[in-house]
């Protein structure tokens, strides 16, 4: 199955590197603003993990993922974590850690966050409501703070 829609990844990987903005969420620890985005990983085919430390995302690509890593489509489960590189600021990517703000670096707190989600959400006003925690199915970028498929020893995708 993962063959047949092998040919689609430049065009997802294309896609995944374009710079987006959804909108400015905003900390609510110390009224930072900061600009940032979601990421469906459904329509994306990854998963993710946040990095313990700074609250970057892993983004993991499902069809060039080692088979152990298991979970598709959402945060990653503990045995996945063994796998990933360590974060750019040393921290690790872990399976209960969530975003930070970029400024304080205090955890978000995904019910406080819904507040500009849905705010900020072109479908929100068709129905779309954010998912209420940090291990769904989107995962959010904070001012671009993002590495992808860094697993360990995984020679790096086109
Ligand atoms: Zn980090
Ligand atoms: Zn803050």
Redesign the pocket.
């Known amino acids: 199955m993962k063959q047949t829609t092998r040919r689609c990844a430049k065009y997802r990987r294309a896609r995944l590197l374009m710079s987006r903005k959804d909108g400015r969420g905003s900390c609510e620890h110390c009224a930072a603003l900061f600009d940032y985005y979601l990421v469906h990983n459904g329509f994306n085919e990854s998963s993710y993990a946040y990095?313990e430390?700074?609250?970057?995302v892993a983004l993991v690509d499902w069809w060039s993922m080692p088979d152990e890593v298991g979970e598709a489509f959402r945060r990653h489960a503990a045995d996945g974590m063994r796998i990933l590189q360590p974060?750019?600021?040393?921290?690790r990517f872990t399976a209960d850690a969530g975003p930070r703000c970029p400024r304080c670096v205090a955890p978000l707190s995904p019910l406080v966050a819904a507040e500009w989600l849905e705010r900020n959400a072109a479908g929100t006003s068709r129905g779309w409501g954010w998912q209420r925690d940090w291990t769904g199915i989107y995962c959010i970028v904070i001012e671009d703070r993002v590495v992808r498929d860094n697993w360990i020893g995984a020679k790096r995708a086109v």
Request: some cysteine; aromatic content about 0%.
């Open positions: 990095c430390r700074c609250g970057r974060c750019p600021c040393g921290g």
